[in-house]
């Protein structure tokens, strides 16, 4: 007899997954019953569970607070949330209940904090991390905000950024963006992104330090694969400390190292990772090259934004059909579109936790998963640890109607997707909902967000 899909997961859902559980071969997530979900506002639909945004935030300060008091670190830590992973206000005053601050990429971005700022979710206190590449529109968002006393840092990208804020009017800090070099693989060796690393130290000498104004407070460092540990990583950090060692000898003010972000999240129900001892590493790295040097401890400010949105998101698809192709290729039809609901899928081969949401007792066979658009490249047909994917077998009764989810989907895809806008092949844009919950109860509450996109919406669009 074959496996049902439950004897199929059961084992890691139990080792590793404690977010999951199976009640009357239904699954839950995080206690909420997810066909109780699909019931009330059916699939297509996108979910975000807030509280792990919250939960998120507080691991990554607890991983870095438990890291400076082993290494007797003397520096203090930061947590920067950046808008672009998820600029939705519900997620943004989520992110802020949890005193964080901000970084942004864009000018639209400053709109967000002025209206933040407004309803009081944030103060002047809060820093604002201003990274990018910066079109006029957004330096002179930022030169507003300073002169109006907000706790702006603008992150210059490049050397000339600077006579962009000779309009400001009194004493403002300024931090500097290394670009480092990409993996080896890459199709190019320097990120396009940042000052050229030879050229931060006399850029600083001619250019910051002559103006009486300018406080050069921040080095920022980051990498396009985010934190990961291996040679390429620890690496570009050993280079950014002795860029930072270099500048701090002969800029005193200079006393912030900005690590960017890139904490993974689970991309896979078999993901395992040390985030305790990632942190004490990075912390330990930077604590000696300072140490070696007599210099003191930077404070230390990270920019997290997959690690804290993109758990609290998932997508919900039901089965409309099957279809056997050839004698090895049976293909499941959901009802909407990876391509427009989970672009990344398509265009980064990035792979979701995928689970059922019922008939956990049914047996189970290999499926491919294709999107309702014409496209070819519209399908998911593997996990990230698996070259195959398992559902349950379909049912011939139309009640019985297959449901699945992917699941830490909660970062860029709503952007990337195009909110309200045009989809590939007019597929609609589904129904969204926010979960909440208060602290540790287990009853939650569900908010319709959106409703799935309409026609009328569609054809305002196109003119007609």
Known sequence: MQSTYHELHQEILEENNPEFEVIDNEL?????????????????????????????IQRAKTFFKVAIARQNYKGSYTYCYCTKSSHFSFVMEEALKNDIHIETSSAFDLHIIKNLYQSKKLTKDTFIISNGFKRPAYTQGIVKLINE?????????????????????????????????????????TSRLGVNPNKIVDFYKEKIKPNKLIKLKMLHFFINTGVQDNDYYWNELSKCLQIYV????????????????????????????????????????IKKACDEEDIDHPNLFTEFGTFTVGES????????NQKQQNDRELWYMINNSFMTTLPDVWAIDQRYPMLAIN??????????????????????N?????????????????????????????AYQESLSGVGGLKHCLIPAPKHIIISKEDDEEDYTTKLFSKEQSAKSMMKILGY
């Open 246 to 285: 270099q500048l701090k000898k002969i800029c005193p003010e200079l006393d912030s190292l900005n690590i960017g972000g890139g904490f993974p999240i689970k991309s896979s129900l078999q993901f395992e990772w040390d985030y305790d001892y990632t942190a004490e590493g990075i912390v330990e790295t």
């Open 149 to 189: 006393g907000f706790n702006v840092i603008p992150v210059l990208d490049d050397i000339h950024e600077l006579k962009a804020y000779e309009k400001i009017k009194k004493p403002f800090n300024v931090g500097i963006r290394i670009a480092t070099e990409e993996q080896p693989n890459f199709d190019f060796y």
């Open 28 to 56: 839950h997530f995080c206690k909420i019953p997810l066909m109780d979900i699909i019931k009330q506002y059916g699939t297509p639909l996108r979910i975000t569970y807030l509280p792990s945004i919250s939960k998120q």
């Open 359 to 380: 008939h956990w007792d049914k047996e189970c066979h290999r499926v491919f998963l294709g999107g309702l658009t014409c496209d070819s490249e519209d399908f998911y």
């Open 313 to 320: 998101g998932m997508m919900l698809y039901s089965i409309l």
């Open 382 to 410: 593997a996990e990230k640890h698996n070259n195959k994917i398992f559902l349950p077998k379909l049912q011939v009764k139309e009640k019985d109607q297959l449901h699945i989810g992917f699941f830490y989907t909660g």
